[in-house]
Structures are given as structure tokens and as C-alpha cells.
């Protein structure tokens, strides 16, 4: 069974441009989950999709930040412009449902802004 | 605030050795409390997980406890190996709200030769 595929592994983008990472979960699950997560820190959330709904977007930062899972299955993550404390790995994630709590995570994208 | 806490943040031991990793949480209501694993450049991956009723359970050499009245949980890892150079990060569902889950930052494990 495939994983959660994840695209680009990484990017180095100039700071003001945009940035699109996209993510394929695995067939069947319902949850989606994009997570930020900094050098030598957890993930922290940015969105939670329950099929094609955003259930939780509260730490989105909604400015520059945007998402969006079209037909419930795959996931674009976008940011316009970029700044440089947006370098991270942005990490995508899905599950079953949002009750059994095991992730099944993609390998990330690592984003540099310079 | 529900909130995740590990220690020690980071942990260098020789290979073979044991070692303990620890995690408080302030979670409630509380439905479980995953390990996870996460090997440089990859994503996390699940360990184990417990439930409110379990106290110890075990993956290979890997063995976490649980106990909910204190709020504590541990992941003891036996014989250490190089592979186990790896960050745990500890996740504890929540049995209710928007947001489900609550990451603690991890523990940083390096196994040295």
C-alpha cells in the first residue's frame, strides 16, 4: 500500500515568491492534516480537512497562507509571498479518522526562503 | 491549556546501552497516548500506542507505560542500536474538541558507537 506521497522533497524559493507543496494521502482515509514543523521542535498544526471540509484552519496563517483538497483526496498547500521565517519542513499527514489518532505522515517538504 | 511536555530534550547514550525517555501531559478529556518516531529527513512514524486502561506495552525493543493518574508516560528502549538515532515525539489524543491532537517538541536521541 503506498504512502502519503508528498511533492517537492524540497524547495529554495527567494523571499516574496510563492510556494505550492502538494500532497496525495493514502486511499480511503478521510483526514488530512498539514503540520509545520521548525528544526529540533514538534509538528505544529496549520490545517485539519475531514474529507473536503477545512475543520480546523485556526492556526493558518490566513494572510499568506491558503490550502485547499479539492474532491477530498489530494491537498495543495500554497504560501504567497514568503518570507524567511517560513523556512520549515511542512509536513503532510492522514489518517482514518480523527479519532483513532494514528498519522500516517509523508516524508515532508522542506522549504528555504532566502 | 492541554500541553504536552518531554524530557530530557535532547539524550546521547552508547550503543548498546538502555535508556528512558519521558513525557507529562496536561490532556483532557484523554483518549490515548502515542509514540512516535522520526528518523532524520523522514515523517513520524507511530511505536505504540495506550489507552487509558493499558500500562505498559511493547514494540520489539521498545516499551512504553502509562499512568494516567499522573499523567505520565515513558518509552524505555533496550539494548540501544545506531538506527535508534532518531527524534520520539510523544502525541496525546484528546477525547473531544477541534483539535484533536496534542504534540509534545520531542526528544532528540543520538546513539553513539
Known amino acids: 500500500e503506498a504512502g502519503v506521497v508528498q511533492s517537492p522533497r524540497y524547495k529554495i524559493i527567494e523571499k516574496k515568491q510563492p510556494v505550492a507543496f502538494w500532497c496525495n494521502p493514502i486511499?480511503?482515509?478521510?483526514?488530512l492534516y498539514w503540520y509545520l514543523q521548525n528544526l529540533g521542535q514538534g509538528p505544529e498544526l496549520l490545517i485539519r480537512y475531514e474529507n473536503e471540509e477545512a475543520v480546523d484552519d485556526s492556526q493558518l496563517p490566513k494572510d499568506r497562507f491558503s490550502a485547499e483538497r479539492l474532491k477530498g483526496v489530494d491537498s495543495t498547500l500554497k504560501i504567497q509571498p514568503a518570507e524567511l521565517g517560513d523556512s520549515a519542513v511542512y509536513l503532510c499527514?492522514?489518517?482514518?479518522?480523527?479519532?483513532?489518532?494514528?498519522?500516517?505522515f509523508g516524508e515532508g517538504s522542506r522549504l528555504t526562503v532566502l | 491549556k492541554n500541553q504536552v511536555e518531554q524530557s530530557p530534550q535532547s539524550l546521547i547514550i552508547l550503543e548498546g546501552k538502555n535508556c528512558t525517555l519521558q513525557?507529562?501531559?496536561?490532556?483532557?478529556?484523554?483518549?490515548?497516548l502515542r509514540w512516535y518516531k522520526q528518523d532524520t529527513g523522514r515523517g513520524p512514524v507511530s511505536l505504540t500506542i495506550?489507552?487509558?486502561?493499558?500500562n505498559t506495552k511493547s514494540n520489539g525493543r521498545y516499551t512504553a507505560t502509562l499512568d494516567a493518574d499522573t499523567k505520565q508516560s515513558s518509552l524505555h528502549i533496550t539494548a540501544s542500536q545506531l538506527s535508534d538515532s532518531a527524534s520520539y515525539i510523544c502525541v496525546v489524543t484528546l477525547n473531544s474538541g477541534n483539535t484533536p491532537l496534542v504534540f509534545g517538541k520531542g526528544t532528540r536521541l543520538s546513539v553513539i558507537a
Open positions: 495506550m489507552t487509558f486502561s493499558e
Open positions: 499527514a492522514s489518517s482514518w479518522d480523527s479519532t483513532t489518532g494514528e498519522l500516517f
Open positions: 486511499s480511503g482515509h478521510n483526514t
Open positions: 513525557c507529562n501531559y496536561t490532556v483532557s478529556p484523554f483518549s490515548n
